[in-house]
């Protein structure tokens, strides 16, 4: 079965500072792999996506990942955090299996950003 | 585009009564939806997988017969919570996706908060 973990339940950085929260992944053959953000009360919101060609991918608001699949890491990242960049992120990863298929999302990491 | 519809994104219900939760996609039409369930401070647990005409897949653990899901559209799925009781009090989140092909990504609701008194 594909997973995905996130090892931090929070992240602290500095408004202004490069921010990174972490993600590995465990899956057969190639894995499709995305970031979403959640606000407070809200569903989630699609940042980006990995699933072939270039390893690092951009997404939404100044985010990006980089996949490496030796580490099988999937680490979201932004140059410069914001204040509203302060949310719940969660990876997630697709499993597909017998032509049905579904995501499977990690335990989310906090993240706040401090003005 | 891919935007995706829930409603009502708050409720309260008194114990014992029902209450359907809609998912729509208003401008693609989704094979496949998936209903959450999520918890204070907590990641996503996933009830159920439906298909557009065909029964849901429920995942272990989730009462098919408490929670009823219907997808009797490609833009339309219902999760109706029978006999409600406080604990099931929670955030309940749908997503909606092309299906095998074409775009690989879900797309969420709102949520709906639902309170059982």
């Known amino acids: 079965a594909q997973s995905v973990a996130q090892p931090e339940d929070q992240v602290n950085v500095a408004e202004g500072n490069p921010l990174t929260v972490k993600c590995t992944y465990s899956?057969?053959?190639?894995?499709?792999l995305f970031w979403y953000v959640q606000y407070p009360n809200r569903g989630l919101q699609f940042l980006l996506k990995y699933i072939t060609g270039d390893n690092l991918v951009k997404g939404s608001y100044g985010f990006e990942a980089e996949f490496n699949k030796s580490q099988t890491s999937f680490h979201l990242k932004k140059p410069s955090a914001l204040v509203s960049d302060s949310a719940l992120y969660f990876c997630a990863v697709r499993e597909e299996a017998s032509g049905t298929y579904k995501y499977i999302f990690g335990t989310g990491t906090r993240l706040k950003v401090l003005a | 585009g891919a935007v995706v519809s829930q409603h009502p994104s708050r409720v309260i219900c008194k114990s014992g009564t029902s209450v359907k939760i809609e998912c729509r996609s208003l401008d693609f039409q989704a094979t496949t939806m998936f209903w959450y369930r999520q918890f204070p401070k907590q990641s996503l647990m996933l009830m159920a997988t439906s298909n557009e005409g065909s029964k849901a897949t429920y995942e272990q653990g989730v009462e098919k017969d408490k929670f009823l899901i219907n997808h009797a559209s490609l833009t339309l799925s219902t999760l109706t919570v029978t006999s409600a009781h406080p604990e099931d009090s929670s955030f309940y989140i749908c997503?909606?996706?092309?299906?095998?092909?074409?775009?690989?990504?879900?797309?969420f609701g709102q949520g709906t908060r639902l309170t059982v008194v």
């Open positions: 997503s909606a996706s092309f299906g095998l092909r074409g775009r690989t990504e879900a797309f």
């Open positions: 899956v057969s053959g190639n894995p499709y």
